[in-house]
């Protein structure tokens, strides 16, 4: 859990309160909900899970 906190707190891609996200359909929404803003958006998501990956990869 420690490596996924410090990763979320590098990578910083937030989309932020009042940011536009769009859904798998293509459907824009508006983030109102500060517990939504403070999730990393897809990018930082990818970021952390190719951290992770590295990591493994090194301990083999």
Not at 10 to 30: E, M, P, Q, S, W
Not at 33 to 48: F, L, N, Q, Y
Request: hydrophobic residues 35%; proline residues 2%.
């Amino acid at each position: 859990m420690r490596l996924i906190r410090v990763l979320i707190l590098v990578v910083g891609n937030y989309c932020g309160v009042g940011a536009t996200v769009y859904d798998d359909d293509g459907k824009a929404h508006v983030v109102e909900h500060d517990g939504v803003a403070k999730h990393p958006g897809d990018s930082g998501r990818k970021e952390i899970a190719d951290r992770i990956i590295e990591k493994l990869k090194n301990q083999e």
